[in-house]
């Protein structure tokens, strides 16, 4: 009897210390996990801003791709909501708290199954020279309960912060996957209506084509602008030489202007370009594909019985401004190539 009265001695003591560790634990918890992308902040933002875009990217939702998702009547920016119900998941649900555009998004999380507990969610964007950097943050407070299962089964960062750097890693590939896609579509025969336009002509090499357009382009942009001229669209290049044997181009960087004006820049000329009869195709994507546009085009001519003449337009036309469309996805170039 001695001997179970002191069994049961030390274990009460075991259970009160043990309840008093639990107890001293921290009230609240706090961690967080980063990622650079090589991506602009928008494209970041926006895609982890609505919850529409979670299963692409959510290690939660890998887990369980077949859990019941139920989204709110909004599902971006403050007020966004959604549910998750499942086998492995468990029930809860997630709502966007606050949104400061393309710097930060706070969440709230609540899990109601397999057991009860609420948490802040934190989104940080942070451009830097190699992209953006992704700050993905989590903190909340510790009842008794949480304390005794993160004393036995580990801390919540520990067990949390590796679904963190798996989410951001899949991130990381979706945007990037995302950025990647592209089409080119050649529309056909049309007449380009041509008009006045402000230039400047360059020759480079090939690699360096690019390079000189990105320079050039802001340039006579801003000729214009401070100089109230008009621009009657999209700003283009207009080829007048491409020699890949010798890897030398000769073009023009071009901006349609109303009517003819006469420069006070010598590095800015004006233009005419008449109507001609082209083919167009157009590009949706990044200008990295612009190879793959053009040598579609230029196939496309002789297979289709159609022929060059000499010294005819070739055209590329920039339609969408990057500054509103910062997913290279979304930028559409048109190509004109002259046709008899």
Known sequence: MKTFKYIAFLLLVAIIGTAIYIAVQPN???FNRSRVIQAPVPVLFNKVNDFKNWPEFSPWLEQ???AELTYGEKTVGVG???SWNGAVLGEGSMETRAVEDNKSISQHISFIKPFESESNINWDFEPIDEGTK???SMEGKQDFM??????FSGSIEKNTAPDFERGLFKLDSTVTADMKKYSITVSGITNHSGGYYLYSTTSSKIDEVASAISDMLPK???YAQEN?????????VSYIKWDEQNNAAIFSVCVPTTDRVITTDSDVLTGELPTFRALKTTLKGNYTNLKEAW??????????GLEFPDDGPMLEVYITDQTQYPNPADWVTDIYIAVK
């Open 228 to 236: 109230n001229i008009a621009m009657a669209g999209a700003p283009f």
């Open 220 to 222: 006579i942009t801003k």
């Open 146 to 151: 949480t304390k005794m299962y993160t004393v």
């Open 134 to 136: 992704v700050t993905w």
């Open 28 to 30: 609240e918890f706090s």
């Open 80 to 82: 966004a909501y959604y």
């Open 295 to 304: 040598d579609v085009a230029r196939d496309y001519i002789p297979k289709n």
């Open 64 to 66: 369980e791709p077949d």
